[in-house]
C-alpha cells in the first residue's frame, strides 16, 4: 500500500524566504505526482504536475523535482510571500486503479510580513 | 484544464438525515472520483465514478453509505446517507483528464464543507 509523507508538517518563515517542502512515497512504482495548494475551507489548485518520466517541473516561484527511484519530491518556492500561506499538499498518482491518487497530509505553510 | 463546480459549498445537517451534493464539469470526463477530507487530516479517496458502470469504492467505504450517481459525462452526485456527527467532512469532487490515455493532472472542485449536528 502507498505510504506518502511530507516533511514538515508545518513551517513559519519571514516575507521573502526561499523554502522547500518534502514528500516522499513508499512505492516508487508511480505514473505522476502533483503538489496542490488548499487555502483553509476551500478545495485544491493543482500547482505543478511530474510525470514518472520527468526530473522536475518549474512555474514561476515554484519548482518540483521528483527522484522516483528514492521515492522523494521537493517543491522549491523561491522569494516567499504572505499570500503564499496555505497547505501545500503532495499526492501521487499510481496502482492498479487508474486515476486514484494517494495524498501526504501536508505542510502547513504561514509567510509573515 | 477543467473547472469543476460543486453544491452545496456548505451544509449543516440533522444527524440522521441524508445530503446529496452535485459535481458539474466543463467538458467531459472520463473519470471521476470523490474524496473526503476529515478535520484536520488529508484526502481520502471514498469512490471512482465512471459513467456507465457502478462506482468502484475503496476499503472502508460502502455503497449504502455512499451511493454514488453517474448519469452522464459531465456530473456525478455523492449522497451521504444517515449520517452522523463523524460524517462532518470536506468532501470534493476530482477528475483527471486523460487523453491519449496519458496521465493527467487531476483537478479538484472548492469542496462541500457538511457539518452534521
Known amino acids: 500500500k502507498q505510504e506518502v509523507t511530507q516533511i514538515p508538517a508545518a513551517l513559519s518563515v519571514p516575507e521573502g524566504e526561499n523554502l522547500v517542502l518534502n514528500c516522499s512515497f513508499t512505492?516508487?512504482?508511480?505514473?505522476?505526482l502533483q503538489w496542490f495548494r488548499q487555502d483553509p475551507g476551500k478545495g485544491l489548485t493543482s500547482l505543478l504536475l511530474?510525470?514518472?518520466?520527468?526530473r522536475e517541473q518549474t512555474s514561476g516561484r515554484l519548482n518540483a523535482s521528483l527522484d522516483k527511484s528514492s521515492g522523494r519530491s521537493t517543491l522549491y518556492i523561491a522569494a516567499s510571500q504572505p499570500g503564499d500561506s496555505a497547505t501545500y499538499l503532495c499526492?501521487?498518482?499510481?496502482?492498479?486503479?487508474?486515476?486514484?491518487?494517494?495524498f501526504g497530509q501536508g505542510t502547513i505553510l504561514t509567510v509573515h510580513p | 484544464s477543467a473547472v469543476i463546480s460543486q453544491k452545496p459549498s456548505r451544509d449543516i445537517c440533522q444527524r440522521g438525515t441524508s445530503l446529496t451534493i452535485q459535481c458539474q464539469v466543463d467538458?467531459?470526463?472520463?473519470?471521476m472520483f470523490w474524496y473526503r477530507q476529515q478535520p484536520g487530516q488529508s484526502l481520502t479517496l471514498i469512490a471512482t465514478?465512471?459513467?456507465?458502470?457502478?462506482?468502484?469504492?475503496e476499503s472502508g467505504f460502502v455503497i449504502d453509505k455512499f451511493p454514488i450517481s453517474r448519469p452522464n459525462l459531465t456530473f456525478s452526485t455523492l449522497t451521504v446517507s444517515n449520517m452522523s456527527p463523524e460524517d462532518s467532512s470536506i468532501y470534493l469532487c476530482?477528475?483527471?483528464?486523460?487523453?491519449?490515455?496519458?496521465?493527467?493532472?487531476?483537478?479538484f472542485g472548492q469542496g462541500t464543507r457538511l457539518t452534521v449536528v
Open positions: 476530482s477528475v483527471e483528464d486523460l487523453p491519449g490515455g496519458a496521465w493527467a493532472e487531476a483537478f
Open positions: 512505492d516508487s512504482a508511480i505514473y505522476n
Open positions: 511530474i510525470q514518472s518520466s520527468q
Open positions: 499526492a501521487v498518482g499510481g496502482g492498479t486503479s487508474y486515476g486514484k491518487l494517494t
Open positions: 467538458s467531459q470526463v472520463t473519470m
Open positions: 465514478a465512471n459513467q456507465g458502470s457502478e462506482a468502484t469504492y
